[in-house]
C-alpha cells in the first residue's frame, strides 16, 4: 500500500525539453538528401556572393587571340583558364561565377514574386471561401489553362527581353501552385479553433490571416518555392537560349549554351559546362525542396 | 450589476441546404427560437444530443455566426450593438478541442498573452506578470509557459485555454463541451477548476454538455434542447428528479451507469417526445 501511495504521489517530471533547434538540427543532419543539396546550394550561393573576388578574369573581356581554348582535363588547357574560354575568347569559369547570380537572382526574385501573389489569392480564397473562392478559383484555372513558356516566348519578344522582363514574366506566371495550397491549407484551418478563440479576442482580419494562420501554412509554401525557384531558373535558360530571355553578352548560362551550340559536335564541353552547372543547381535545390517536405511532414514529429 | 448576464431573446438560425441544382434547398431550423436568462453568478447547463443544435447557440452567442432572427444581449447589452473588443472583455469561450484551440507555431506564453495585446493592456512587463499570475490561478507550471502546444498533454492545453479565456477579467464564460475530448480522470481534475475558478472569480458560466453526468455534478440550472427547441428548462432537482417532458426522461435514462444490473440503456423511440414537442 505504501509503495502505491508513493508511485501516486510523487509527480511525474517530464524528461528535459530538447531544445526546437536542437530537432530541428538532429533532422537535418538525418536527411541526406537535404544535407547534399543544400552544401551544393550553399557552395552555388557563396560562388556568386564572391564572384567578384573568385572570378580570374573580367567575364565580358574578349580576346580574339585566346578563343576557343580548352578545359584544364584536355592536352591544350591551361591553368590561366582552368575551364577555357568561348568563341570570343572570354573566360568561361567567369563567365559561369557570374551567370551563377543571374540564375540565382531570378529563381529567387521569381519565386518571391509569384509567392506572395499566388499566397495571397490563395488565402482570401480559402478562408472567405464562397464567392471570393469562386472568382480566385476561376482565375486560377484561367492561369493553368495557359502555357507557360509560349506566353512566356510571346510577352519577352514582345516587350523586348532582359533581366528585368524575365523576372517579372515569371512571377506573374508561376504563382498558380503557391495558390493552390494556400487555398487547400488555409480551408483546412479556417474553421480550427483558434481562429475562432482569435476572432472572439476581436482580432482584426488581417491579424488573423498573418499572425495566426500564416505561420501555420508557412512550412508548405517554402517548399513550393523551392520548387518553382527550379522551375523559374529553367524557364530562364529556356528562353535565353532562344534569344528573347537575358540578352548577350549577359553570361546567363541558358545564353552560354546557345552561344556554343554550333560548337557542339567538336568541342562539346562549350555547352556541357552550363549544362551541367545547370542541372547541378536544379538537383541541388529540388534536394532541399524534398528535404524541406519531409521535415514538415508530420510522422516522427511529436 | 445587471439584471441577467446573458439573455436571449428568441434567438433562431436557420441553414439552407443545397440539393442540387434543380430541387428546392431545403430549410434546416438548427436553433428554433430559443429564450434564455442566465442571472449573474448562475451556471446553467445546456444538454441535448449531438446536432441538437447546442454548438449553433454557443456560435451565435459569441458572435461567430449572425442570428437569422432574436438577441443576444450581454450584461443587458444587444451583442451587435457594442463592438467585439468590448464583449471580449465581458464574454470568453472554452472550446471543445484543445488540440485545435492553441496554434500550434505559438508558445503557451504568446497564447495567454495575446488577449492582452490585442486590447493593449499594461505594457510587456505586466503583460508578462498577468500570464504568470493567470498560469498560477489555472495551476499551469510556470516552466511550461516557454514550450509550445505539442509538447503538453490535453488536460494542460485545456488550462491554457481557460488561461487565456480568463487574463481579460471576463464575467461570464461559454464553455461548449469543455471536456468531452478529454481522458476521465483529467475531466474531473478540469471540472474542479473551473468550479473553483467560479468561486474565486464569480463567474457566470454557460455549460454545454452532452454528458448529464458532467451536468448533474456542477450546474444550478438546466435547459434540454431537442432539434433547435428549448423544450424544458429548470432548477437542476426537478430536472434530474421530476423531468417532465418526455425527451427528458429519455435523455436521463440513456445514461449508461456502473450498475451492471441496469445494462445498455435501450434504443430510444422518438415518436412519443416528436408528438409532444
Redesign the interface.
Known amino acids: 500500500m505504501s509503495n502505491l501511495t508513493l508511485t501516486a504521489n510523487s509527480s511525474i517530471t517530464s524528461l528535459p525539453a530538447v531544445p526546437e533547434w536542437r530537432r530541428i538540427m538532429n533532422r537535418f543532419l538525418g536527411h541526406r538528401g537535404l544535407m547534399i543539396g543544400s552544401v551544393i546550394l550553399a557552395v552555388i550561393i557563396l560562388a556568386a556572393l564572391f564572384a567578384p573576388w573568385l572570378a580570374p578574369h573580367d567575364p565580358y573581356v574578349q580576346n580574339v587571340s585566346q578563343r576557343m581554348i580548352p578545359p584544364i582535363w584536355h592536352d591544350k588547357g591551361t591553368w590561366n583558364h582552368i575551364l577555357g574560354t568561348d568563341k570570343l575568347g572570354r573566360d568561361y569559369l567567369s563567365r559561369l561565377l557570374y551567370g551563377a547570380r543571374i540564375s540565382l537572382t531570378i529563381g529567387i526574385s521569381a519565386a518571391v514574386i509569384s509567392g506572395l501573389i499566388g499566397t495571397t489569392l490563395g488565402v482570401l480564397a480559402g478562408y472567405f471561401g464562397g464567392r471570393v473562392d469562386a472568382v480566385i478559383s476561376y482565375i486560377i484555372t484561367t492561369r493553368l489553362a495557359l502555357p507557360v513558356v509560349l506566353v512566356a516566348l510571346a510577352m519577352a519578344s514582345l516587350v523586348g527581353g532582359s533581366l528585368q522582363t524575365v523576372i517579372v514574366l515569371l512571377g506573374l506566371l508561376l504563382w498558380d501552385r503557391f495558390a493552390v495550397v494556400a487555398r487547400s491549407t488555409t480551408q483546412q484551418l479556417r474553421d480550427a479553433e483558434f481562429i475562432a478563440s482569435a476572432k472572439v479576442l476581436g482580432a482584426s482580419t488581417p491579424y488573423i490571416l498573418i499572425r495566426e494562420l500564416l505561420p501555420n501554412i508557412l512550412s508548405a509554401l517554402i517548399v513550393v518555392m523551392t520548387l518553382e525557384m527550379a522551375h523559374a531558373i529553367l524557364l530562364e535558360a529556356a528562353l535565353s537560349f532562344l534569344g528573347i530571355g537575358v540578352q548577350p553578352p549577359s553570361p546567363s548560362w541558358g545564353l552560354m549554351v546557345a552561344e556554343g551550340k554550333s560548337y557542339m559536335f567538336f568541342q562539346p564541353w562549350v555547352i556541357a559546362i552550363p549544362g551541367v552547372a545547370l542541372m547541378v543547381l536544379v538537383l541541388a535545390i529540388n534536394l532541399v525542396g524534398d528535404g524541406l517536405r519531409d521535415m514538415n511532414a508530420p510522422e516522427g514529429r511529436s | 450589476m445587471p439584471d441577467y448576464a446573458l439573455e436571449l431573446s428568441n434567438l433562431s438560425r436557420h441553414f439552407y441546404l443545397k440539393n442540387g441544382a434543380f430541387k428546392e434547398p431545403t430549410l434546416l431550423k438548427a436553433v428554433d427560437g430559443i429564450s434564455l436568462r442566465i442571472r449573474p453568478g448562475e451556471t446553467l447547463g445546456l444538454v441535448g444530443e449531438s446536432g441538437c443544435g447546442k454548438s449553433t447557440l454557443a456560435k451565435m452567442i459569441?458572435?461567430?455566426l449572425e442570428p437569422t432572427d432574436g438577441d443576444v444581449l450581454v450584461n443587458d447589452k444587444v451583442r451587435g450593438a457594442s463592438?467585439?473588443?468590448a464583449?471580449?472583455r465581458q464574454l470568453?469561450?472554452i472550446?471543445?478541442?484543445p488540440y485545435?484551440?492553441?496554434?500550434?507555431?505559438?508558445t503557451i506564453e504568446k497564447i495567454i498573452r495575446?488577449?492582452l495585446q490585442?486590447?493593449k493592456v499594461g505594457d510587456s512587463n505586466s503583460q508578462r506578470k498577468a500570464v504568470k499570475e493567470i498560469s498560477d490561478l489555472v495551476g499551469l507550471p510556470e516552466r511550461l509557459l516557454k514550450?509550445?502546444p505539442?509538447?503538453l498533454s490535453g488536460g494542460q492545453r485545456q488550462r491554457v485555454?481557460i488561461a487565456?479565456a480568463l487574463i481579460?477579467r471576463p464575467s461570464i464564460l461559454v464553455c461548449d463541451e469543455p471536456t468531452s475530448a478529454l481522458d476521465v480522470s483529467v475531466q474531473a481534475q478540469i471540472l474542479n477548476l473551473l468550479m473553483d475558478l467560479k468561486k474565486e472569480l464569480n463567474l457566470t458560466y454557460l455549460f454545454i454538455s452532452h454528458n448529464l453526468g458532467v451536468v448533474e455534478h456542477l450546474v444550478d440550472r438546466v435547459a434540454v434542447m431537442y432539434r433547435g427547441k428549448l423544450v424544458e428548462q429548470g432548477t437542476r432537482e426537478e430536472i434530474f428528479h421530476h423531468a417532465k417532458h418526455p425527451y427528458t426522461q429519455a435523455l436521463l435514462s440513456s445514461v449508461l451507469t456502473p450498475d451492471p444490473a441496469l445494462g445498455v440503456p435501450e434504443v430510444l423511440d422518438s415518436s412519443s417526445w416528436d408528438k409532444a414537442s
Open positions: 459569441l458572435g461567430l463592438s467585439r473588443l464583449m471580449a470568453q469561450p472550446f471543445q478541442d485545435s484551440s492553441l496554434n500550434p507555431r505559438k495575446l488577449p490585442l486590447h514550450q509550445y505539442g509538447q485555454a487565456r481579460l
